[in-house]
């Protein structure tokens, strides 16, 4: 099993809809997740942090996180052309805080 | 600006050269991580510097890869004999909050 799984395919979504991302996580003790944007041929941008169950929103991304069923979401309301980009989840390892990334999720925005 | 500088951005090499990439960290950093990542992948751990010791590999990281910390500021990835599989981004972050522009390497 893979530290951290990101199983959908390409994602497109019209302008306007919400784009959902799920990952889920082997580690029952990690304690932070992390979701990055990356541009074609860019680096990853950290985008949300999340530390404890629930949801946390910043502007127009919301992430949800259950520890109890391994898993972590992003949704990114209002998409715009811009969101176009493939999105990572990642979780640090305890200790060293070397990050476990999923392969990502490509977010296609249709004008 | 991410506070890290990688340089250079873009490496072309022939298949058994030797190439060598530069990670600066702008601020003081205690840590620092290297990871690759392969095209469809999502970034793999390679090795991680704490000051100027190196504290852990991975099982990626084979004998032709080295990578140096002197001095605990920059710190650079040196990959020997290179092969068609070692073409990737190289990316170095000193946590969780940012990572460099990466190197992209194309052995040919």
């Known amino acids: 099993q893979k530290e951290v799984e990101q199983n959908s395919g390409p994602l497109s979504v019209p302008e306007g809809a919400i784009a959902s991302l799920n990952c889920t996580y082997s580690?029952?003790?990690?304690?932070?997740f992390f979701w990055y944007r990356q541009y074609s041929g860019k680096s990853p941008e950290l985008i949300m942090s999340?530390?404890?169950?629930g949801d946390k929103e910043d502007g127009r991304f919301t992430a949800q996180l259950n520890k109890a069923s391994q898993y972590v979401s992003l949704l990114i309301r209002d998409s715009q052309p811009s969101d176009s980009a493939t999105y990572l989840c990642?979780?640090?390892?305890?200790?060293?805080?070397?990050?476990?990334f999923g392969k990502g999720n490509q977010v296609v925005v249709i004008p | 600006d991410t506070g890290v500088s990688q340089d250079p951005r873009h490496k072309i090499t022939k298949r058994g050269q030797n190439v060598t990439f530069r990670c600066d960290p702008i601020?003081?950093?205690?840590?620092l991580y290297w990871y690759r990542q392969t095209l469809g992948q999502g970034p793999e751990f390679l090795t991680y510097?704490?000051?100027?010791?190196?504290?852990?590999k991975s099982r990626l990281l084979s004998d032709r890869f080295s990578a140096e910390r002197p001095k605990g500021s920059f710190s650079t990835l040196e990959i020997q004999r290179t092969e068609q599989g070692d073409s990737a981004m190289y990316l170095c972050?000193?946590?969780?909050?940012?990572f460099g522009q990466g190197t992209r390497l194309t052995v040919v």
């Open positions: 972050s000193p946590s969780e909050a940012f």
């Open positions: 999340i530390y404890s169950n």
């Open positions: 990642a979780v640090p390892y305890y200790g060293n805080n070397r990050l476990a």
């Open positions: 580690d029952r003790g990690s304690q932070s």
């Open positions: 601020s003081e950093h205690n840590r």
């Open positions: 510097f704490q000051n100027e010791a190196q504290l852990e």
